[in-house]
């Protein structure tokens, strides 16, 4: 132990202590000699004040001032803080196998396969909400443990006397059922290899305080309106004509579809990747512009190992780190010669020529794979990071890098990626994985939410038709309606089993499940605009567009416990059923009047319901008062998409619902949206405030 424990004033200055206020409940402390290379270093997003500043504070932290304290450890840094008995924690980034952290030790490592609920996750963020009113970050790219109310101090049990007593029960759970305080413990926040550390607080319920943190990070991001349709990854072994051959294929059967994904297949090595096109791509350029013609938008897959046969690598050598991944180079992003090597490559090779974005894979290391599919902690970096800091920073990194490029070209893009952290909330990326159950992929929707990361359940391996509806429906209130079919020659409503598609043979009953991933496909298009609205508000207000119900409903305690639905924009409750659930499930509905946003059926919430949903069903509810407006689905967007639009109207009370209309592809928005106002009162008809060159229509109205 190096030293004594500091005990910090909370918002008193103490001496070798700094701290200051950032904007309206944020709050900075400083302890110690802090790191260089940290999330808040790498930021290209200003804080957008003047909006934190806008957003109230409902709650205030109950944290006493003489109660949070810090020391230098022989390992590194260890702050706490208590938590009391009943306290809830959320947060900790992209978690799949746990919501309610309170209770839990969670560390913070970069992992790609976590195996059980320890923590560790493709999008680790040090960053947790409580209920007792504040939201907290540490500023660090180490291994950082939290321990959320899971030990308290030497003595402090010393008054405890019963002795003697019966056992009520004498099982497991009733030994360790201490597992979540009785009584107030300590938040420990463990820094590994740090001198210092700067942690920032946020203030005021669940909501306020996750908005804060997103506008802290830069707003959230909008994605351009292709984005947000229909994505499909074709088969890893495809080439050009079979390429060709998917571009026809959705048109003629009138499945909307905007986006296409190729798979490694197209490098003339991987892994790890050359960039450069392979002999089953020998006209590239041609493909690129016939798929843009016909409505697609092509992202291409990669990772940032660099083959030898890459042509920047032995320009990329002397910046990069002292290990391989899969026999490539792992390129330092924190030097800004690496940097502008992969920039300036991607940017000529890729951006310029069409390519409207990437799925950044493998960029979250692995500690249960054999061979080389990570570099070691102990790497070395020229920058002078180590490879726990790169591990962590790499996912961020690569996204900024590529965002960058789009930027400069005055394009948005909508892209993939694997690894995440903190801060990321401004970059249009969203995570993915199918290493997870569908319950664990509906779960990670539910959390990603609270840490400003988006994160996607994408179809990929389905038991069977049913198997593959349910997750469909799941992927269509999404951040990303992607159905990845990297592994499948023939798309998996025709076939789901892996053998039996690349046999090309047909499932039973697949004209079916054509029928009804169309109309899956169609209702997703037909939510664009309302989905595009939410990601204007995550931009602005920092409200995440998919979030936990507990954030509508700060005051329900039931609230609390509900990871298997969520929020998809302001007004949409989806309660997904999994292939497991059958045709019925449990729902929770806060108080008040919901209604059933197929058949317009008012329910009564204050309780939990079991509802029945066909395998064609799924579960959706509005609050009281919605207007939700839905297009007409188009096949694709495109620069003159006009989108004709119906209104949906729930319940009494009154409602009003912004549409946002700007070129929907362009960074032009910052400067120029234009809206259509829609406002609702008991007795009277929709009013429709329009305003210029909408790409909106309202024939019906
Ligand atoms: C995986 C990724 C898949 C697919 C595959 C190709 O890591 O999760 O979606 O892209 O790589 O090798």
């Not at 890459?310 to 026999?327: K, M, R």
């Not at 007795?683 to 429709?688: R, S």
Request: hydrophobic residues 35%; negative net charge; aromatic residues 14%.
């Amino acid at each position: 132990m190096n030293g004594s424990r500091n005990k910090w004033k909370l918002f008193t200055r103490q001496e070798g202590e700094h701290m200051e206020q950032i904007a309206k409940g944020i709050w900075k402390v400083v302890f110690g000699e802090p790191e260089k290379y940290t999330p808040e270093y790498f930021r290209s997003f200003p804080i957008k004040k003047e909006m934190i500043d806008k957003i109230t504070i409902s709650r205030k932290p109950k944290i006493k001032e003489e109660d949070l304290e810090w020391k230098k450890t022989k390992r590194g840094v260890a702050i706490t803080l208590p938590i009391s008995a009943g306290e809830d924690i959320y947060g900790f980034g992209l978690q799949l196998r746990n919501f309610n952290q309170a209770g839990k030790r969670r560390y913070l490592k970069v992992n790609s396969d976590p195996v059980s609920d320890t923590g560790e996750t493709h999008a680790p963020v040090p960053f947790y909400i409580s209920s007792e009113g504040y939201g907290l970050f540490a500023n660090t790219f180490r291994y950082a443990a939290f321990s959320m109310g899971t030990s308290s101090e030497r003595g402090k049990s010393s008054a405890m006397t019963a002795e003697n007593e019966p056992h009520e029960e004498f099982s497991e759970s009733a030994l360790y059922a201490l597992k979540r305080a009785g009584q107030e413990r300590k938040v420990i926040i463990d820094i590994p290899a740090a001198k210092g550390i700067e942690l920032y607080f946020f203030e005021g319920d669940f909501m306020e305080t996750v908005q804060r943190y997103n506008l802290f990070s830069g707003g959230g991001c909008i994605p351009p309106m292709w984005g947000l349709g229909m994505w499909y990854r074709i088969y890893g072994g495809s080439c050009q004509t079979d390429v060709k051959h998917f571009t026809e294929y959705f048109r003629k059967e009138n499945m909307p579809m905007d986006v296409l994904g190729l798979e490694p297949g197209w490098h003339s090595h991987s892994y790890s990747c050359t960039y450069k096109w392979s002999d089953l791509f020998p006209h590239p350029g041609e493909m690129i512009k016939e798929a843009s013609g016909q409505g697609y938008k092509l992202n291409l897959w990669e990772h940032l190992y660099v083959y030898p046969k890459a042509p920047f690598y032995e320009e990329l050598y002397p910046y990069s780190g002292d290990y391989e991944v899969w026999n490539g180079l792992v390129p330092d992003f924190a030097m800004k010669e690496a940097w502008k090597i992969f920039e300036d490559y991607h940017r000529e090779t890729f951006v310029k020529k069409g390519i409207a974005g990437f799925k950044l894979d493998e960029c979250d290391n692995s500690d249960y794979n054999p061979s080389n599919w990570g570099f070691p902690d102990a790497s070395e970096f020229p920058s002078g990071m180590d490879g726990e800091q790169m591990h962590l920073a790499m996912g961020v990194l690569y996204q900024n890098l590529i965002y960058g490029i789009y930027k400069k070209e005055n394009k948005r893009t909508y892209s993939q990626v694997r690894s995440s952290g903190a801060l990321a909330s401004p970059m249009p990326f969203v995570l993915y994985s199918d290493l997870y159950d569908h319950k664990q992929f509906i779960r990670g929707m539910v959390n990603a939410g609270f840490s400003g990361l988006l994160w996607c359940p994408e179809v990929r391996s389905c038991k069977n038709g049913d198997d593959l509806l349910r997750r469909l429906q799941t992927v269509v209130f999404s951040a990303h309606a992607l159905i990845n079919g990297w592994r499948l020659p023939n798309p998996p409503w025709e076939q789901t089993d892996i053998k039996q598609n690349l046999a090309g043979e047909k499932m039973e009953g697949a004209e079916y499940y054509t029928k009804e991933c169309r109309k899956l496909f169609e209702l997703r298009m037909s939510l664009l605009p309302y989905l595009y609205s939410a990601y204007v508000d995550y931009y602005r207000t920092g409200k995440p567009p998919i979030r936990a119900l507990l954030m509508d409903y700060p005051e329900d305690a039931a609230a609390r416990a509900v990871d298997d639905e969520f929020l998809f924009g302001e007004s949409m409750l989806v309660c997904p059923l999994t292939y497991e659930d059958g045709i019925s499930r449990e729902v929770y509905l806060p108080k008040g009047s919901w209604y059933d946003f197929f058949t317009g059926e008012m329910i009564k919430g204050g309780e939990k319901t079991e509802v029945k949903a066909q395998y064609d069903q799924i579960p959706v509810f509005v609050k009281e008062g919605a207007i939700i407006p839905l297009a007409r689905p188009v096949p694709y967007v495109d620069k003159d998409t006009v989108f004709e639009m119906d209104v949906k109207m729930f319940g009494e009370a009154d409602g009003k619902f912004i549409l946002f209309s700007d070129d929907f592809e362009t960074f032009d928005f910052e400067n120029t949206q234009n809206t259509a106002v829609l406002e609702k009162h008991p007795g009277k008809p929709l009013e429709v405030i329009k305003g210029n060159n909408l790409r909106y229509s309202f024939s019906g109205i």
